[in-house]
């Protein structure tokens, strides 16, 4: 991003320079870029281009109609399932959870889990936790397994999601979850210590 300074003069007009024009400052070079704020701007960067992806492929006869009938419910995901499987099928861990989006996330979730509130929170991870859920990008998340409860302090430190895509622990791993294809977009191994 480019930051382009206009100087402006006592009588709020901008300083012109000798060919009339406003004189222009270059950006200051001592200013540093906060590191946490670029990766978590890398972050939603992929979390966009991922959306258009879903967007794309949502559209047709894996548009999800209202219905209550779980069936076509159930074909309406999986044809969406297969159609995103198809459009990222070189997709691999870390495409959205890069090696530094996820150390930041962990640092983003530490506080809350250390001390007496830690404590209550691995608690509530444990219990929930469900079994057989596969870590594995584009792999779908088992039908009848329960969908753990993200405590509500830990979300509260992570970057928003579309309305799409979910935050879930599974045992100790933070998966990212495309809920209507019901299909795990991206994990972070051992988020939670």
């Known amino acids: 991003m480019l930051v382009v300074a206009v100087e ?5 007009q901008a300083a012109t320079g000798s060919d009339g024009h406003p004189e222009v400052k270059k950006p200051r070079e001592d200013l540093e870029v906060n590191p946490e704020a670029a990766v978590l701007a890398d972050f939603q960067k992929r979390l966009a281009d991922y959306q258009k992806l879903h967007d794309s492929v949502e559209k047709g006869p894996a548009e999800l109609k209202e219905t209550s009938d779980p069936a076509r419910i159930r074909e309406a995901q999986a044809t969406l399932a297969a159609r995103i499987r198809e459009a990222r099928k070189d997709a691999r861990p870390g495409d959205l959870f890069t090696p530094e989006i996820r150390a930041a996330f962990r640092r983003l979730m530490y506080p809350n889990l250390k001390g007496a509130e830690g404590k209550e929170t691995k608690a509530t991870i444990k219990d929930d ?57 991206d994990f972070i191994p051992n988020a939670i210590r």
């Open 8 to 12: 402006v003069g006592s009588a709020g």
């Open 129 to 185: 936790a469900p079994k057989g859920v596969p870590l594995k990008v584009n792999a779908s998340y088992p039908e009848g397994a329960p969908l753990p409860t993200m405590p509500a302090n830990l979300l509260a430190n992570l970057p928003r999601l579309p309305e799409d895509l979910e935050y879930r622990i599974v045992n100790r791993h933070l998966i990212l979850r495309d809920v209507d294809a019901n299909i795990i977009v």
